[in-house]
């Protein structure tokens, strides 16, 4: 009987990652093509602990990312990158 107990939660959690899984590729998926500045939002969350922690307590997203821009010298490629195209952003709708 164990064993089979064993089994059966074995195959649950096998369905249930699977269906998690599912459900974020099926997510990923459905990402509108400006998707990729959140990859390089994320690239930059550890760099803006850094350059950026009086603006991190705050848990306000602008003026992180103010911040950021701002010192956009000392950050990698990858944040850089995500930095002046929300600068672009920015700038665009400041326009509008």
């Known amino acids: 009987m164990r064993s089979t107990n ?3 939660k074995a195959t649950r959690g ?3 990652g699977a269906m ?3 459900i974020l590729l ?8 400006h998707a990729a500045t959140d990859i390089g939002k994320k ?3 550890k760099e803006a602990r850094v ?10 997203r602008k003026k992180v990312e103010a911040c950021m821009i701002a ?6 490629p990858t944040c850089k990158a995500a930095m002046y195209r ?11």
């Open 6 to 8: 064993a089994l059966q």
């Open 14 to 16: 096998v369905r249930l």
């Open 20 to 22: 998690t899984g599912s």
């Open 26 to 33: 099926a997510m990923t998926l459905a990402m509108p093509a």
């Open 43 to 45: 690239a930059c969350a």
């Open 51 to 60: 350059l950026c922690p009086a603006e991190m307590k705050t848990m306000s």
């Open 71 to 76: 010192k956009v010298e000392k950050t990698s």
């Open 86 to 96: 929300i600068k672009a952003e920015r700038e665009q709708g400041s326009k509008n």
